[in-house]
C-alpha cells in the first residue's frame, strides 16, 4: 500500500481496496466516505488509531476463538505435542490481545 501515495488524490481509496484482502475491502469503502467526528489534526490521529486498534483487536479475537476451537478437537493424551504446541499459540495470540488492549 505504500503506492498509494503516488496515486492522485481521487485514486487512493481505490489503490488500498485493491491491496486489502477481501475480507476488508468493504470496511474499508466504507471509512473512506463515512465523513471524520473531527477536523483538528490531533484529534484525527487518535480516532484513526482507535480504529485501527478496534480492528487489530477484533482479528486477534478471532483468533483466539480458532486457537480454542482447535485446542478443544484434540486429545492431549493422544497428541501431546500437537495439544501443546495448540495451547502455546493460543497462550502467544491471548498475550498479544492483552498487550493490545493495555496500549493507552
Not at 7 to 29: D, L, M, S, Y
Not at 33 to 42: F, G, H, K, S, T
Not at 53 to 72: C, E, I, M, P
Amino acid at each position: 500500500m505504500a503506492g498509494a501515495a503516488a496515486h492522485p488524490a481521487g485514486q487512493w481509496v481505490e489503490h488500498v481496496i485493491e491491496q486489502a484482502p477481501e475480507t476488508v475491502r468493504g470496511i474499508v469503502n466504507q471509512l473512506a466516505v463515512a465523513p471524520l467526528p473531527e477536523d483538528r489534526e490531533n484529534v484525527i490521529q487518535g480516532y484513526v488509531q482507535g480504529v485501527i486498534k478496534a480492528f487489530v483487536d477484533l482479528g486477534l479475537t478471532r483468533r483466539v476463538a480458532d486457537a480454542k476451537s482447535r485446542l478443544q478437537r484434540l486429545d492431549p493424551a493422544a497428541d501431546p505435542d500437537a495439544y501443546g504446541a495448540a495451547f502455546a499459540e493460543l497462550l502467544s495470540v491471548e498475550k498479544e490481545r492483552r498487550e493490545l488492549r493495555e496500549r493507552v
